[in-house]
């Protein structure tokens, strides 16, 4: 998605919780039809590790002839994720690639010195009504990387390592988790995780960076005893 401009974030009680420092109400914006809520930057938070923006695309069905155009824009000296759940977007950038995004896959694009992309619904989807559900990220580069070649690099579901512990499942993005690391080879060092936890479990998070969070898309999560709702994202102290 391209920068879009209006108002921070707002940042809400974190009811004083020991484990949590901030709990980010993202801001909402409407892109034709489409909503994108926008985590990161806040005032009080410009980023989390390497992590610069970060946007919940949706739920959103559009209907027949509606659709997804996110016209060509340039992106320089970051990273950005694309990650869907539900629905299909076409990608075309200015190396030549073209490519319609499916869930599940993580789309790693590395401007460096520069792309030129767009992000639209397939031409041949537009006439019945899509359900479209994801996340895209933007990564800051380290000093040393902003000025690389500028690439796009597709890894498929299949590929990525399938988290199946007791009640908590899901796939691992970019980094190392429990043991397996993913195969997305990204310039800035992170972990990026979709779990999914059933009621009642939990999950530890690697204590190790120095900056953490987590996003929570659906249902409510508990943390040391503080409740917090979902589209929520919560920083760790």
Do not use: C
Request: proline residues 8%; charged residues 25%; aromatic residues 6%.
């Amino acid at each position: 998605m391209s920068f879009f401009p209006g108002k921070d974030p707002e940042v809400g009680d974190a009811l004083a919780s020991d484990q949590i420092e901030l709990m980010v109400i993202p801001n909402a914006k409407d892109i034709g039809g489409f909503q994108v809520r926008r985590a990161l930057p806040t005032a009080k938070r410009r980023l989390v590790g390497p992590f610069i923006f970060f946007d919940r695309m949706g739920p959103a069905i559009l209907r027949a002839g509606q659709a997804l155009d996110v016209r060509p824009h340039p992106h320089i000296g970051l990273s950005t994720v694309t990650y869907l759940f539900d629905g299909k977007i076409r990608h075309r950038d200015s190396l030549g690639t073209e490519m319609v995004i499916q869930p599940g896959d993580v789309n790693l694009m590395t401007a460096g010195r520069g792309i030129v992309h767009s992000e639209r619904t397939p031409e041949e989807l537009r006439g019945a009504p899509m359900s479209v559900s994801g996340l895209q990220t933007w990564l800051a580069l380290p000093d040393d990387k902003e000025e690389v070649a500028p690439v796009f690099e597709n890894t498929g579901a299949l590929r990525l390592p399938e988290i199946d512990a007791e009640g908590v499942n899901g796939r691992l993005i970019i980094g190392d988790f429990q043991g397996l690391r993913s195969p997305v080879r990204a310039d800035s060092e992170t972990l990026y995780a979709d779990l999914r936890l059933a009621p009642g479990a939990s999950v530890k998070i690697p204590a190790d960076a120095e900056e953490r969070a987590i996003y929570t898309l659906e249902g409510e999560v508990s943390i040391s005893g503080d409740v917090f709702p979902a589209e929520r994202l919560l920083v760790f102290r």
